[in-house]
């Protein structure tokens, strides 16, 4: 197999064995890699209705067949699991440079299932794979566990909120990124599993050198001239995002009371840019460099995390912000849910950024200590005030109001992760004007365009690229990459169909654990005067599903599941 590498390693932790298979040709076809296997891999190992942290729910990390290559942005990997935090099955992209070494390792896909007796690590060195004591890695943060673990490999690791279950924990990969919003590292926490080390030294075979050369070029080309890419992302990174919707009025600030926030300029890319000495830090073959480093090595926070820490709490000390977004780095712990839960406790007890200490709650969060562990919704249905927690599904929305942008308004609500923006990012083309402009007020057309961009979001996650490659790649040049690569033809409508084939198929497990289309919406907030206009979404949401060819529930038809080949993968059953 060209693009693919064939192997699949399974590693059942309670039973401390370890084995492998071949990665089927056809699923590897079907479904490309990265997110996909990782779905259809939870279809064929997790029941959908699997408590998320019990051993039987597995753990799944896949690369993609462009992982590995020069591909532009192609130096990610995915992570699969059934979320705590939401209960839905929940994929996560990351960056750097673990994805990148998993495929040097020869590896597809890693399946972890069990529970190990004491604390453990897994150390992969291409065909040789362990399963190591991990007591002396055990009451460590992520910085910490890097440092002692990295003269092994690549290291994808939890911190202290992942041994403790914490539903917002996630895996910090190569010290700066971060892999599942829903919970990912609480699981690997459930499993004793303190970290993943990984070595490798083969080269991903091509198929087609010549031909790969050729798109890699366009593709590089397309980035370059692409301004949201070569001179956003690339001057700012993701902060440049804070000023563009501050100017637009969709910054929202104070858990979503306001739709903009007045400080914005003492946050921003630009402010940043101009009053600090910053360094990039791309990931494995990324020409952009969306992530920065100050001078000094600290992190510079992210948009989403800029956004989690900033306006909705009310904060406009960058200082602080940084602060808080290190200690959700080292703890591992997710900032967009994290700072919006303490959004909504902030609401709900009528503080302000200056009556809290934030960073002690951030702590106690991560410890278990506080209330606001298990996340907003948790938390506010303990206290009757679930409507002032701002999620869908469970997961906390971050800062691209929908209120502002219709069509993201819809992703939101129809994401299977929850209120994910990464599902369909209708910011791109809603705020941003790339790969096209698109009224943002309107929900005129956008049914159609929502699932498309659901569907390229799908592939993009199993190629695995970046999730800002769709600012300027779009089907054909992605077809191009793919084909070139693994020596299979496809066109640009059989990848989309791959990318829905995907995004069917996680419906079908959320489906299948109990949660059908009631779940589809947002909380009051959104809606009425100067919001959503509730009539015109759900006429929206009803086309949706009509253009998906689901049941006005939100449950996919037979006749799709046949239409897309994936029938048999999941049997008749439907709730």
């Given at each position: 197999?060209?693009?693919?590498?064939?192997?699949?390693?399974i590693?059942?932790l309670?039973?401390?064995?370890?084995?492998?298979s071949?990665?089927?040709?056809?699923?590897?076809?079907?479904f490309?890699?990265?997110?996909?296997?990782?779905?259809?891999?939870m279809?064929r190992?997790?029941d959908p209705?699997?408590?998320p942290?019990s051993?039987?729910?597995?753990?799944?990390?896949s690369?993609?067949?462009?992982?590995g290559t020069s591909a532009?942005m192609?130096?990610?990997?995915?992570?699969?699991?059934?979320s705590?935090?939401?209960?839905t099955?929940?994929?996560?992209?990351?960056g750097?440079?673990?994805?990148?070494?998993?495929?040097?390792?020869?590896i597809?896909s890693l399946?972890?299932?069990?529970k190990?007796e004491?604390?453990?690590?897994?150390?992969?060195?291409d065909?040789?794979?362990e399963?190591?004591?991990?007591?002396h890695?055990?009451?460590?943060?992520?910085a910490?566990?890097?440092e002692?673990?990295?003269?092994k490999?690549?290291?994808?690791?939890?911190?202290r909120?992942?041994?403790?279950?914490i539903?917002?924990a996630?895996?910090v990969?190569d010290?700066?990124?971060?892999?599942?919003?829903?919970g990912?590292?609480?699981?690997?926490?459930?499993?004793?599993?303190?970290?993943?080390?990984?070595k490798?030294?083969n080269?991903?075979?091509?198929?087609d050198?010549?031909?790969?050369?050729?798109?890699?070029e366009?593709?590089?080309?397309?980035l370059?001239?692409n301004?949201?890419?070569?001179?956003g992302?690339?001057s700012y990174?993701?902060?440049?995002?804070?000023?563009l919707?501050?100017?637009?009025?969709?910054?929202?600030?104070?858990?979503?009371?306001?739709?903009?926030f007045?400080?914005?300029?003492?946050?921003?890319?630009?402010?940043?840019?101009?009053?600090?000495d910053?360094?990039?830090?791309?990931?494995?073959?990324?020409?952009?460099?969306?992530?920065?480093?100050?001078?000094?090595?600290t992190p510079?926070?992210?948009?989403?995390?800029i956004?989690?820490f900033?306006?909705t709490?009310g904060?406009?000390?960058?200082?602080?912000?940084?602060?808080?977004?290190?200690?959700?780095?080292?703890?591992?712990?997710?900032?967009v849910?994290?700072?919006?839960?303490?959004?909504?406790?902030?609401?709900?007890?009528s503080?302000?950024?200056?009556?809290v200490?934030?960073?002690?709650?951030?702590?106690d969060?991560?410890?278990?200590?506080?209330?606001?562990?298990?996340?907003?919704?948790?938390?506010?249905?303990?206290k009757d005030?679930?409507?002032?927690?701002?999620?869908v599904?469970?997961?906390e929305?971050p800062?691209?109001?929908?209120?502002?942008?219709?069509?993201?308004?819809?992703?939101y609500?129809?994401?299977?992760r929850?209120?994910c923006?990464?599902s369909?990012?209708?910011?791109?083309p809603?705020?941003m004007?790339?790969?096209?402009?698109?009224?943002?007020?309107?929900?005129s057309?956008?049914?159609a365009?929502?699932q498309?961009?659901?569907?390229?979001?799908?592939?993009?996650?199993?190629?695995v690229?970046?999730p800002?490659?769709?600012f300027?790649?779009?089907e054909?040049?992605?077809?191009?990459?793919?084909s070139a690569?693994?020596?299979?033809?496809?066109?640009?409508?059989?990848?989309l169909?791959?990318?829905?084939?995907?995004y069917?198929?996680?419906r079908?497990?959320?489906?299948?654990?109990?949660?059908?289309?009631?779940?589809?919406?947002?909380?009051?907030?959104?809606?009425?005067?100067?919001?959503?206009?509730?009539?015109l979404?759900?006429e929206?949401?009803?086309d949706?599903y009509?253009?998906?060819g689901?049941k006005?529930?939100?449950?996919?038809?037979?006749?799709?599941?046949?239409e897309?080949?994936?029938a048999?993968e999941?049997g008749?059953?439907?709730p």
């Open positions: 197999m060209f693009g693919w590498t064939g192997r699949t390693i590693i059942d309670g039973n401390n064995a370890i084995t492998e071949k990665t089927k040709k056809k699923d590897a076809e079907n490309v890699g990265g997110r996909g296997l990782g779905c259809t891999l279809h190992i997790a209705e699997v408590e942290l051993p039987d729910n597995p753990l799944i990390f690369t993609g067949p462009l992982t532009p192609s130096g990610h990997f995915s992570v699969c699991t059934k705590p935090l939401t209960q099955i929940f994929d996560s992209n990351s750097g440079f673990f994805g990148a070494e998993m495929k040097f390792a020869g597809d399946v972890i299932t069990g190990a004491n604390p453990v690590y897994i150390r992969i060195e065909e040789e794979v399963i190591l004591p991990a007591d890695l055990q009451d460590k943060n992520t910490e566990t890097t002692l673990l990295e003269p490999g690549k290291v994808a690791c939890i911190g909120a992942g041994e403790k279950m539903p917002m996630n895996i990969n010290r700066l990124y971060s892999g599942g919003r829903g990912h590292g609480a699981v690997a926490g459930s499993k004793n599993l303190k970290a993943v080390v990984i490798g030294s080269v991903p075979e091509i198929a050198p010549d031909a790969f050369d050729r798109a890699v366009r593709s590089g080309r397309l370059v001239a301004p949201p890419s070569s001179k992302l690339a990174g993701t902060s440049v995002f804070v000023n919707l501050s100017y637009m009025g969709i910054l929202p600030a104070n858990n979503f009371q306001v739709k903009d007045k400080g914005a300029d003492r946050i921003s890319g630009e402010y940043i840019k101009d009053n600090y910053v360094l990039k830090t791309p990931c494995e073959s990324c020409a952009i460099g969306c992530k920065r480093t100050f001078d000094n090595g510079v926070p992210d948009y989403d995390a956004w989690a900033g306006p709490i904060n406009d000390n960058l200082k602080r912000i940084t602060e808080l977004n290190n200690t959700c780095l080292d703890y591992g712990l997710d900032p849910s994290c700072g919006a839960s303490i959004a909504a406790y902030m609401e709900l007890n503080f302000n950024a200056e009556d200490d934030l960073k002690g709650l951030l702590e969060i991560g410890e278990g200590k506080s209330e606001l562990s298990a996340g907003s919704y948790s938390y506010l249905c303990s005030a679930k409507d002032i927690s701002m999620s599904k469970g997961l929305i800062g691209y109001d929908p209120r502002g942008m219709a069509g993201m308004a819809l992703a609500a129809t994401s299977n929850g209120g923006h990464l369909a990012f209708m910011a791109a809603e705020a004007g790339k790969p096209m402009p698109l009224n943002r007020q309107s929900f057309g956008k049914a365009l929502v498309y961009f659901q569907n390229l979001s799908a592939v993009i996650d199993s190629l690229l970046c800002f490659a769709l300027a790649l779009g054909v040049e992605l077809a191009a990459l793919l690569a693994t020596g299979i033809s496809y066109s640009a409508e059989e990848l169909r791959a990318g829905e084939r995907t069917n198929l996680e079908v497990f959320n489906n299948r654990s109990g949660i059908s289309g009631k779940a589809d919406i947002f909380p009051d907030r959104f809606f009425g005067k100067d919001g959503i206009d509730r009539e979404f759900e929206a949401l009803s949706y009509h253009f998906r689901w006005a529930n939100g449950v996919p038809t037979q006749e799709k599941l046949e897309l080949g994936i048999g999941i008749t059953k439907s």
